[in-house]
Each structure stands twice: as C-alpha cells, then as structure tokens.
C-alpha cells in the first residue's frame, strides 16, 4: 500500500542529489519571491489605513466646522416682530 508513495519518494530523492545545484536555485528563487510578496503586504495595508485615516479626519473637520446662518428661525423671527411692534408703539407714546 505504501509501495508506490516510497518509489515515488525515492525517485525525487534520487532526482535531488543528481541535481542539487538546480533544486538549490528553484528554491532560492522562490524565497525571494515570497519575501517580496510578505514585505510588500504590511505596506499596503498601511497604505490603506493611511486613506482611511485621512478619510476620517476630513470627514470629522467638515462635521466640526462653524457654519454661519443667514436665515432666522421661527423664534428669531418671532423676537424680530414683537420687538418692531414694540418699537413702534414706543414711539408713538
């Protein structure tokens, strides 16, 4: 049951000894190619949480910032009236 695994084992262990240099070569290029891959991931995560960031602090300046009101409430205007009513009455007596 184990046979075939065992033969095909032995054959690729066969196969690396004739041809150690090349087996070391595949296998240095591949950590190259995974450290690259792994050293670029944290820069673009922090990339992304740099936007992130950024979005956040806009989006809380534009909610915190003074607005200047040019229309009068309903209070406003109803303090405006009676203080005109009363200005006039004030100069009639």
Known sequence: MLRPFITVLE???RWMNA???FAQVLL???L???TIVLAR???KANAI???QMKQALE???SRTRPYL???KTSSEVDVAENSWCHSDQRSEA
């Open 41 to 43: 991931s944290p820069a």
């Open 49 to 51: 949480s740099r936007d």
């Open 59 to 61: 989006l809380e300046q």
């Open 69 to 71: 009101s040019l229309l």
């Open 11 to 13: 054959t690729i262990i």
């Open 28 to 30: 240095t290029i591949a």
């Open 32 to 34: 190259v190619v995974a």
């Open 19 to 21: 041809n150690q240099g």
